[in-house]
């Protein structure tokens, strides 16, 4: 199991912006993907960006699409995330996850981090 350790958060200005980093315990085990996912109240959580080892980037939420950047440390298994011009429909719980060379889907989890936006 690869324990993925959450940073930033917590309660932000609508308009400013959000910047979260995570990073792996283990910096020698290979993370193919990393990525983050949200979930806000009373929602089902979901994908909001992920970068592979080569910087490719994948975009999710619609929501947040032009206004989130993704970017990650390959040698440090590290990964950051950056949403710019925060509404109050960014809050949610962030959570940073990744995958295994076995397998494209996401099975390192972090614990969350709560994102509270405020008006």
């Known amino acids: 199991q690869v324990q993925l350790a959450q940073f930033g958060g917590g309660l932000l200005q609508a308009g400013g912006s959000l910047r979260l980093s995570c990073a792996a315990a283990?910096?020698?085990?290979?993370?193919?993907?990393m990525g983050w996912f949200r979930q806000a109240p009373g929602k089902e959580r979901e994908f909001v960006a992920g970068?592979?080892?080569?910087?490719?980037?994948?975009y999710g939420a619609d929501s947040v699409r032009g206004r989130v950047t993704i970017s990650r440390d390959g040698a440090k298994n590290t990964v950051e995330l950056q949403i710019d011009s925060l509404r109050a429909d960014d809050t949610a719980v962030y959570y940073c996850?990744?995958?295994?060379?076995?397998?494209?889907?996401?099975?390192?989890w972090g614990r969350g981090t709560q994102v509270t936006v405020s008006s």
């Open positions: 283990d910096r020698t085990v290979s993370l193919p993907v």
């Open positions: 970068i592979n080892l080569s910087g490719g980037e994948t």
């Open positions: 996850a990744a995958t295994a060379r076995s397998t494209s889907e996401y099975v390192y």
